[in-house]
T-cell receptor, first 111, second 110 residues
Framework: RKEVEQDPGPFNVPEGATVAFNCTYS??????FFWYRQDCRKEPKLLMS???SGNEDGRFTAQLNRASQYISLLIRDSKLSDSATYLC????????????FGTGTRLTVIP | DVKVTQSSRYLVKRTGEKVFLECVQD?????MFWYRQDPGLGLRLIYF???????EKGDIPEGYSVSREKKERFSLILESASTNQTSMYLC?????????FGPGTRLTVT
């Protein structure tokens, strides 16, 4: 079983739509959680960390459900510039330096 | 501004050649990583290093080795390139929270 699993999509949504991605992780001892964004032919970049209490950054909301071992990302009022692949990322344990990446969910926002 | 650079964006090598991929970071990070990224498989960790001359195997170290002689530089070595090593190779360095990636090297082995 993979450490991190995501629906690969693609998700094709119109501008202004709200879209949500989910991600599940297998190691219940996982400590840190992130969403990274990767544009086509570019490197991944940190979008936001995911905290137990949930966190919001503008149009983006990330949530963690430890009991069910899943992480979500909600994008409201989608923009064309949101088109990218979104990677769910998990750190296996406290202090660990290595990350486990999901395969990514591809989002295309359509005019 | 944070910067991770990789020696080549595109590289074509022949089967059996020895290949060196270089990565340099200017953020004085202790941790550095090499990944490969393939469609449908995502990013997979090859090796990482948490200090000069220190290295740890990742998930797929077979066929690769690494070198870290200076803090800012982390090299990935393919001792004898094979066609199944055709991939996008990404280097990263990190703080405790965030990994910063280089632009990637697309390696084709023919």
């Amino acid at each position: 079983r993979k450490e991190v699993e995501q629906d690969p999509g693609p998700f094709n949504v119109p501008e202004g739509a709200t879209v949500a991605f989910n991600c599940t992780y297998s190691n219940s001892a996982s400590q840190s959680f992130f969403w990274y964004r990767q544009d086509c032919r570019k490197e991944p970049k940190l979008l936001m960390s995911v905290y137990s209490s949930g966190n919001e950054d503008g149009r983006f909301t990330a949530q963690l459900n430890r009991a069910s071992q899943y992480i979500s990302l909600l994008i409201r009022d989608s923009k064309l510039s949101d088109s990218a692949t979104y990677l769910c990322v998990v750190t296996p344990q406290t202090g660990a330096n290595n990350l486990f990446f999901g395969t990514g969910t591809r989002l295309t926002v359509i005019p | 501004d944070v910067k991770v650079t990789q020696s080549s964006r595109y590289l074509v090598k022949r089967t059996g050649e020895k290949v060196f991929l270089e990565c340099v970071q200017d953020m004085d990070h202790e941790n550095m990583f090499w990944y490969r990224q393939d469609p449908g498989l995502g990013l997979r960790l090859i090796y990482f290093s948490y200090d000069v001359k220190m290295k740890e195997k990742g998930d797929i170290p077979e066929g690769y080795s690494v070198s870290r002689e200076k803090k800012e530089r982390f090299s990935l070595i393919l001792e004898s390139a094979s066609t199944n090593q055709t991939s996008m190779y990404l280097c990263a360095s990190s703080t405790q929270v965030e990994q910063y990636f280089g632009p990637g090297t697309r390696l084709t082995v023919t």
